[in-house]
């Protein structure tokens, strides 16, 4: 059973910067697919950002291209989302989750989540 930890949530004002990191327990996270999805009042969650297990290639929701950084730590389990520019609208519960591998199809593991609120 893997594990994941969410912390570096808060209140920011919009154009601040946050970064969210996500402790992962188990002997599986090098060979995990990691991603961050959100989800907002009112609205189902979405897709944000994921990273494959080696680290070379990620892949992000349109919204948050050239604002947020995915990227992962191996050696420490951990798995970050470096969040820029930050607008209202990224005001959310932020989620961790990996994937048993990299071409599973859905992600096995979630977080507990983090707050991240942006005011105008």
């Known amino acids: 059973q893997v594990q994941l930890v969410e912390s570096g949530g808060g209140l920011v004002q919009a154009g601040d910067s946050l970064r969210l990191s996500c402790a992962a327990s188990?002997?599986?996270?090098?060979?995990?697919?990691m991603g961050w999805f959100r989800q907002a009042p009112e609205k189902d969650r979405e897709f944000v950002a994921q990273i494959v297990s080696s680290g070379r290639r990620a892949y992000y929701t349109d919204s948050v291209k050239g604002r947020f950084t995915i990227s992962r730590d191996n050696g420490k389990n951990t798995v970050y989302l470096q969040m820029n520019s930050l607008k209202p609208e990224d005001t959310a519960i932020y989620y961790c989750a990996g994937a048993r591998s990299d071409y599973a199809l859905e992600y096995d593991y979630w977080g507990q989540g983090t707050q991240v609120t942006v005011s105008s």
């Open positions: 188990g002997r599986s996270f090098s060979s995990s697919r």
